[in-house]
């Protein structure tokens, strides 16, 4: 049993399944297992329920000397963080770890564009997306098989997405050129299925 916002209860499946839904297949409910798990590291971490950038990064093992994972969390970090006070509450974390590791196809496409789009004005530059590849090509590239710069990467994608060619990228043309195009929707399968980096990070936890 945790304390938690000067509440006593016991976080079980139960629990989860009540925010998250009904347990399913038997993935769904590895799935849940994992939220639940990762529930109690927040409880753990945080009982007064603001969860900190550096106390998410400790949750999910981020070592303070890899820049490129810091950066990465750090964008995580900052697109749930929906009232931007630099503090996720329960429930941001929770849906969070819905979105990541339940959400479908259209929801993480939507959540991927909002990462990319680091001003929020609803339109995505060369600026914004070669940030966020350089970032994903350091920690997931190294050993793909895919002989291409971040510029390069960059340059592609907007050669396939920008439909107006105004070099600027929507969210309706993110969404379509995502789901018309494998290597487009390949290259954003990078921070979209961030739910094995999730995983395999949160099991560094002490």
């Not at 974390?93 to 939507?110: F, M, P, S, T």
């Not at 600026?127 to 592609?156: S, W, Y």
């Not at 990228?169 to 995502?178: K, N, P, R, Y």
Request: aromatic fraction near 10%.
């Amino acid at each position: 049993m945790f304390q938690f916002g000067g509440v006593y209860f016991r976080p079980y499946p139960k629990q989860c399944a009540a925010i998250m839904g009904q347990e399913g297949s038997r993935s769904e409910e590895m799935d849940l297992a994992q939220i639940q798990e990762l529930c109690i590291l927040f409880m753990k971490e945080c009982p007064s329920g603001a969860l900190h950038l550096h106390e998410f990064k400790r949750i999910f093992g981020v070592p303070s000397n890899s820049s490129e994972e810091c950066l990465y969390i750090e964008t995580i970090f900052s697109s749930f963080d929906t009232n931007r006070d630099n503090t996720l509450d329960f429930l941001e974390y929770v849906a969070a770890l819905h979105l990541i590791l339940r959400g479908n196809l259209e929801d993480r496409l939507k959540w991927s564009f909002k990462m990319y789009d680091k001003d929020g004005n609803g339109k995505l530059d060369r600026g914004e997306v070669k940030r966020l590849i350089r970032i994903i090509h350091k920690i997931k590239l190294q050993t793909a098989d895919l002989n291409m710069t971040p510029t390069e990467i960059c340059d592609r994608i907007f050669e396939l997405v920008d439909q107006n060619n105004d070099g600027q990228i929507t969210l309706s043309e993110f969404m379509e050129g995502a789901q018309k195009d494998e290597w487009v929707m390949n290259m954003l399968k990078l921070d979209v299925n961030a739910s094995g980096w999730v995983v395999e990070n949160c099991g560094r936890f002490p």
